[in-house]
C-alpha cells in the first residue's frame, strides 16, 4: 500500500531558517491529514525548522499540501476509510518516514484513542492530549460525569447511556420535553435526534443508536434536554503537565445540522462577568481531566445560563480566530506542548484586542439546504487586503474530491471593533471569485448584512429560519448579463497567464459557458444553474 518517501523542494529551492526554533524534540513530523489544516500544519513545521512528512492518500498526491510538504508518503487509495482512517497504514508511513512526531489535524483521527496509543507505541510522539483523556473525552457519558464532579453545570439529562425505553421516557418526563438523543461515543451531529413528543422517542433512539453504531462503532445513547434557541460558545484552552489557561471564547452559533458556518470572537453576547464565568469553567474541566495541549470545551447559553456541551481533543476549524484576536500561534503551541516544553504563557499575558470573523466556504448548493457538490474549482480568486486571512489548500484548477469534506477555504478577517470586521468580512466576500462549483458566498453577505447578526440577536435556529432562498426573478435576469461578463474577464486572465492572446472572447470559453454568453447577449435569461448566477452583492442590493 505504501509508496515510499519522496522528498524535493517544493519549488525548486530550499527553504533555509533565519533561526532554529524547533522544539526541544521534533526534527520529523508527519502530518496524517489533508486540505486547509495540512498546509496550516506544514508552514507551522517550517516557521520552526521541522521536516514536514505529509502522509496522504492517491487522491491528494497533487495538492497544494503535497507540493509544500518536505517529503510525501502515499498511504492508501482516495477512500478514507482505505488511507487516512486506516490507522495501521498512517502509523506505519510515519514510521517509514523516520518521524518523530505525528499530527493528526482535526476530524478523520484526530480524536481516536486508539490512534493516539498506536502511535505512541511505535515510538512517535502524538501530538494532542495523552490517549486516556482522548479516551474518558470522547464518551460523552464519561466526560459529563467528569464535569459534574468538577462542578461545572451540564444539560440536564439521563446520568449514563440509556439502557432501555422505559429510563428514556424517564428522563424525558422529569426533565421535559423537547429532548435529544446524543451518540454516547461521537460528535459533529452524528447520532443525534431531537425528540418533541414522548411518542417519538423509540423511533429516535433506534435511529440514533443505528446511526451511532455506524459512525464511532458504539451505539450507547443518552437523553438530554434540548435547547430550541441557544447559542454555542467555546472556550480554547491550553495545557502542560502544572498548569492550564484559557485564550477568551468563540462564538459559534450559526450553524447548519450542528455544522458550524461563521464563527467569530469574541462573542457579542458575552459581557466581561459572563466572560470569566464561562472561561473559568472551561479551564476547571480540563484541570479535571488532566488535561494537555489544545483544546476546546464547548458550552450551550441561553438566557445568561451556560451549560457544558462537550471537548474537542483537537485544533478546531475555527482556531484562526482566536489567533487573530490573541497573537498565540495555536498550532506552534501544540507543537511545543506535546514536545514537552512547558507553557511559557501565563493567563494574566492573554489578552483579546479587536474582533475576529471566520466563514467557512465549502463546495455545497445553498438552494439544496447545503448539499456538498464536488467538482473542479474553475476559478479561485482569494480576497485580500488589510486584516484579511485566507487558509485553503485549494487553487484554480484544483478538484474537490467527493471522498472527503468539501471546504475549499476558511475566509478570516481581523477588525478594531465587531461592526468594522462585519463590513470588512462583506467587502471579502464580495472580492471573493469561486467558479466551477456552488458555494454560499452570496447567503453569507447577505447574513452579515441582516439586523440579527448586525445586534447579535441570532440562535443555532438562524439558519433555519432564514434559510438561503432563490433571488427573485428581476435579480436572476441581471444575473446572467453580469455573470457571462464575469465568466469573460476570468478566460481573458486565464489566458493571459497562460500566454494565450489578451483579447480572448466567448469563443474561449467551455461551451455551457458560451451558451451563457450567447443567451446573455440576446436576451437577459437566468443562467443554467445556480452558482452561476451574480449574487445581490454583485447584481444590486436585491433582498432574499
Known amino acids: 500500500m505504501l509508496s515510499g518517501t519522496a522528498s524535493a523542494p517544493a519549488y525548486g529551492r530550499a527553504f533555509i531558517p533565519i533561526a532554529d526554533v524547533r522544539p526541544r524534540v521534533f526534527t520529523r513530523v508527519a502530518i496524517a491529514n489533508r486540505g486547509e489544516i495540512a498546509v496550516r500544519i506544514i508552514r507551522a513545521l517550517r516557521e520552526m525548522s521541522v521536516t514536514s512528512i505529509l502522509l496522504h492518500s492517491s487522491a491528494d498526491a497533487t495538492s497544494l499540501a503535497a507540493s509544500l510538504a518536505d517529503e510525501r508518503v502515499c498511504i492508501g487509495p482516495p477512500p478514507a476509510a482505505q488511507s487516512y482512517l486506516d490507522i495501521g497504514a498512517v ?53 459529563r460525569r467528569a464535569v459534574v464532579d468538577a462542578g461545572v453545570p451540564v444539560m440536564p439529562g439521563s446520568d449514563g447511556a440509556i439502557e432501555g425505553r422505559e429510563e428514556a421516557m424517564e428522563v424525558a418526563r422529569s426533565v421535559g420535553l423537547p429532548v435529544i438523543v446524543k451518540a454516547a461515543g461521537g460528535g459533529g451531529g452524528r447520532g443525534m435526534r431531537v425528540v418533541h413528543e414522548l411518542s417519538e422517542l423509540p423511533e429516535a433512539i433506534e435511529r440514533a443508536s443505528t446511526e451511532a453504531l455506524s459512525a464511532f462503532g458504539n451505539a450507547a445513547v443518552y437523553v438530554e434536554r434540548y435547547f430550541e434557541r441557544p447559542r454555542h460558545i467555546e472556550v480554547q484552552v491550553l495545557g502542560d503537565l502544572d498548569e492550564v489557561i484559557h485564550l477568551g471564547e468563540r462564538e459559534c452559533t450559526i450553524q447548519r445540522r450542528h455544522q458550524k458556518l461563521i464563527e467569530e470572537s ?135 474530491p467527493r471522498e472527503y469534506d468539501s471546504l475549499i477555504c476558511k475566509l478570516v478577517v481581523l477588525a478594531p471593533d465587531r461592526l468594522h470586521a462585519i463590513a470588512r468580512m462583506r467587502m471579502a466576500l464580495h472580492e471573493t471569485v469561486i467558479s466551477g462549483v456552488p458555494t454560499a458566498l452570496d447567503y453569507y453577505h447577505w447574513v452579515l448584512g441582516t439586523e440579527q447578526f448586525r445586534t447579535g440577536a441570532f440562535s443555532t435556529r438562524f439558519v433555519t429560519d432564514h434559510p438561503p432562498v432563490v433571488p427573485p426573478a428581476t ?8 455573470g457571462a461578463l464575469r465568466l469573460h474577464r476570468d478566460a481573458r486572465a486565464i489566458g ?49
Open 475 to 482: 435579480a436572476l435576469a441581471s444575473a446572467a448579463l453580469a
Open 91 to 143: 502509523v506505519q508511513g510515519a514510521l517509514d518516514a523516520g518521524a518523530d512526531g505525528l499530527h493528526p489535524g482535526y476530524g478523520f483521527l484526530s480524536e481516536n484513542a486508539a490512534f493516539a496509543t498506536a502511535v505512541g507505541d511505535a515510538g512517535i510522539t502524538f501530538i494532542g492530549p495523552r490517549p486516556e483523556v482522548i479516551a474518558r473525552l470522547g464518551d460523552k457519558v464519561a466526560a
Open 266 to 400: 469574541p462573542s457579542p453576547v458575552v459581557d466581561r462577568a459572563l466572560r470569566e464565568r464561562l472561561c473559568a469553567a472551561a479551564v476547571d474541566v480540563a484541570r479535571a481531566v488532566g488535561y494537555t495541549n489544545a483544546g476546546t470545551v464547548e458550552f450551550l447559553l441561553q438566557e445568561g445560563q451556560f451549560h457544558f456541551l462537550e471537548v474537542n481533543t483537537r485544533i478546531q476549524v475555527e482556531h484562526p480566530v482566536t489567533e487573530l484576536v490573541t497573537g498565540v500561534d495555536l498550532v506552534c503551541a501544540q507543537l511545543r506542548l506535546a514536545a514537552g516544553e512547558p507553557l511559557t504563557m501565563r493567563q494574566s499575558q492573554i489578552h483579546q484586542r479587536g474582533n475576529a470573523i471566520e466563514v467557512r466556504i465549502n463546495a455545497e448548493d445553498p438552494y439544496a439546504q447545503f448539499l456538498p457538490s464536488p467538482g473542479r474549482v474553475r476559478t479561485f480568486v482569494p480576497a485580500q487586503g488589510p486584516g484579511v486571512r485566507v487558509d485553503t489548500a485549494i487553487r484554480s484548477g484544483d478538484p474537490i
Open 496 to 544: 493571459a497567464i497562460r500566454g494565450r492572446r489578451r483579447n480572448a472572447g466567448p469563443e474561449d470559453l467551455p461551451e455551457r459557458d458560451r451558451r451563457v454568453w450567447r443567451q446573455a447577449g440576446q436576451q437577459p435569461t437566468p443562467a443554467p444553474y445556480p452558482w452561476d448566477r451574480v449574487s445581490p452583492r454583485a447584481g444590486g442590493d436585491h433582498e432574499w
